[in-house]
């Protein structure tokens, strides 16, 4: 048996522990800064179509409560058109709102008997995650512009 061989296998695992300390961390720094567009389109596109379809056909919701995430939605769309930066923001917090208030009524009505309707959490935590990307935005704006 080679004397280093110990050695070269604790040097191996550091290694690799560090790249993915590495990649842990190119990982955050993308969810904290990367550009929210593409999220915020999403998410808005499932307010409009997914989220009423869901609420209604699953929680019984009436027009009033399939009506508000759609309407969500649609403004989401327009502020991401716009590129108006305190838009996005008040959007995403909208749909922010608007995907917690749906989690928060599947766990009070039928609680989420599949592992499809845990995406209500993937939602808020995308919604979340967008929200904060856009106040942090909106901040280093707002420090450039003076």
Known sequence: MEPNKGNKRRASLETEL???KLKALRLRQVWMYSDSQP???VLALANIFLAPLALSIELGASLFFSLIPMMSGIYQ???VASDDIDCRVRASMVTFGMYS???VMYAITIGFPSPTHYGWLIF???SFGS???LSREKIYRKN???
């Open 101 to 103: 208030a749906s989690a």
């Open 144 to 146: 450039i512009n003076g």
């Open 124 to 126: 808020v935590i995308a």
């Open 39 to 41: 999220t915020e389109i």
């Open 77 to 79: 769309i327009i502020c």
């Open 18 to 20: 560090f790249l993915l």
């Open 131 to 133: 929200m904060s990307r």
